[in-house]
């Protein structure tokens, strides 16, 4: 009798913790807010949101708008004041059928594929010889895309 009842009490005690800890995590998704900072990595104190003001300043001015890379000549040029126009709703020219970024579709959204390194893509993953960017970094960059590409 003891023995059932210490059986009993071990798996209603099991139960109601597991049903606590559901009840607790499943709260927890309704109040992720989606403007908090994202983090690069654990290393860097670097953070992006998917803002484009964010990710200007975050992302494109201190990796991407170089003198090697999207700061000059090379198209499209990303820096501060200029990526902008020069991105989004604009025609892609390595891979015919995509726009740079395409407002509320990331997946057809070149610059964004060049990120992932998909397949779709011509030439390598952008940043090209950099690490690529965290997918933290990434989310908010894809959330920006979904969400319209707004100026900010």
């Known amino acids: 009798m003891i023995l059932f009842k210490d059986l009993y009490n071990n798996i209603f005690l099991k139960s109601t913790g597991l049903a606590f800890a559901l009840l607790i995590f499943s709260t927890c ?3 992720i807010d ?3 900072p994202t983090i690069f990595d654990a290393s860097a104190s670097l953070s992006v949101t998917s803002q484009f003001s964010s990710i200007q300043q975050n992302v494109f ?3 991407c708008a170089t003198s090697r890379c999207h700061g000059g ?3 499209p040029n990303l820096s501060e004041g200029l ?3 020069n991105i989004v709703n604009v025609l892609n020219t390595q891979v015919s059928g995509f726009s740079r970024i395409k407002p509320g579709d990331p997946d057809s959204s070149y610059l964004f ?4 390194d998909s397949d ?5 993953r952008m940043p090209i010889d950099l690490p690529p960017l965290s997918p933290a970094a990434i989310d908010s960059i894809r959330l ?3 969400r319209g590409a707004l100026p900010n």
Not at 113 to 116: A, E, I, P, V
Not at 120 to 124: A, D, E, F, N, V
Request: charged letters at 30%; aromatic letters at 8%.
């Open 120 to 124: 779709k893509i011509s030439g390598s």
């Open 113 to 116: 594929l060049k990120l992932l």
């Open 34 to 36: 989606e403007r908090v």
């Open 29 to 31: 998704a309704d109040q």
């Open 61 to 63: 001015t201190p990796i």
């Open 73 to 75: 000549l090379e198209v």
């Open 83 to 85: 990526a902008y126009d």
């Open 144 to 146: 920006w895309i979904k």
